[in-house]
């Protein structure tokens, strides 16, 4: 098995509570596990949605140049990724920014203020 497809098939944690102990605890215990990988850490869970809901950098171009009006295809050749690792951001950024469309995702970006020079 390839370490991408190991990767790949890992939990990802967001690990909430209000109590430090508690949760270096868990990572203490959860951490030795290879299938495990914790993604970030919130004392409650606003924080945890809050933190969840963040664009990536990777999201925020690729969110950019759909903006813009690029394909798919495009933007792959522009961030030198993939078509398919683009589909998967995009769905990502649906999913963050609670939109089901490309237009709906441009229109979010531009009235959150995500993007410059739109709008």
Same mark, same amino acid.
């Given at each position: 098995?390839? !370490?991408?497809?190991? !990767?790949?098939?890992?939990? *990802?944690?967001? %690990?909430?509570?209000? =109590? %430090?102990?508690? *949760?270096?605890?868990?990572?203490?215990?959860?951490?030795?596990?290879?299938?495990?990988?914790?993604?970030?850490?919130? @004392?409650?869970?606003?924080? #945890?949605? @809050? @933190?969840?809901? *963040?664009? #990536?950098?990777? @999201? %925020?171009?690729?969110?950019?140049?759909?903006?813009? +009006?690029?394909?798919?295809?495009?933007?792959?050749?522009?961030?030198?990724?993939?078509? +398919?690792?683009?589909?998967? =951001?995009?769905?990502?950024?649906?999913?963050?920014?609670?939109?089901?469309?490309?237009?709906?995702?441009?229109?979010?970006?531009?009235?959150?203020?995500?993007? *410059?020079?739109?709008?």
């Amino acid at each position: 098995m390839k !370490q991408t497809d190991k !990767q790949e098939k890992k939990i *990802r944690i967001m %690990l909430a509570d209000d =109590h %430090l102990v508690i *949760r270096e605890g868990l990572v203490t215990v959860l951490g030795g596990e290879s299938d495990f990988e914790f993604v970030g850490f919130a @004392e409650d869970g606003e924080q #945890t949605c @809050e @933190e969840y809901a *963040r664009l #990536t950098e990777r @999201e %925020l171009a690729v969110l950019r140049l759909m903006c813009d +009006g690029k394909s798919n295809k495009e933007i792959g050749s522009k961030l030198f990724i993939t078509e +398919g690792t683009v589909k998967t =951001h995009v769905k990502s950024i649906f999913y963050k920014l609670d939109v089901i469309s490309r237009s709906e995702a441009v229109s979010a970006a531009i009235r959150k203020g995500l993007v *410059r020079g739109h709008g």
